[in-house]
């Protein structure tokens, strides 16, 4: 059974970190793309990073706080966050996404919420 179950969040101080974890069942994290998106109220769910096919890519407004390590071994995948601000206050969701033979699997976890405030 394919599971992906987001963990980590929670209340921290602006120019704080935290570490989001992604555990995944019932799959490979290194046979597909692991991404971090996060949805604000009120707005569109937006990518925060993505790991997958020996590169990284970024939103624009990570901006070098974030970084997304992967853990082949434990089958995870974390989201780094440093120097955090209000703007990142968000739910943040764990994504595993790929395309093999025009089979897409396209897996998400529930979502942690992560809230930045002083």
Known sequence: ???VVESGGGLVQPGGSLRLSCAASGFTVSLYA?????QAPGKERELVATSGGGS???GTFVKGRFT???NNAKNMV???M???NPEDTAVYYCNALRRRNG?????WGQGT???VSS
């Open 82 to 84: 440093n120097s955090l």
């Open 103 to 107: 089979v897409v699997n396209d897996y």
């Open 34 to 38: 692991m991404s971090w998106y996060r």
């Open 113 to 115: 919420q992560v809230t």
């Open 68 to 70: 997304i390590p992967k």
């Open 56 to 58: 990284t890519t970024y």
């Open 78 to 80: 974390y989201l780094q």
């Open 1 to 3: 059974q394919v599971q």
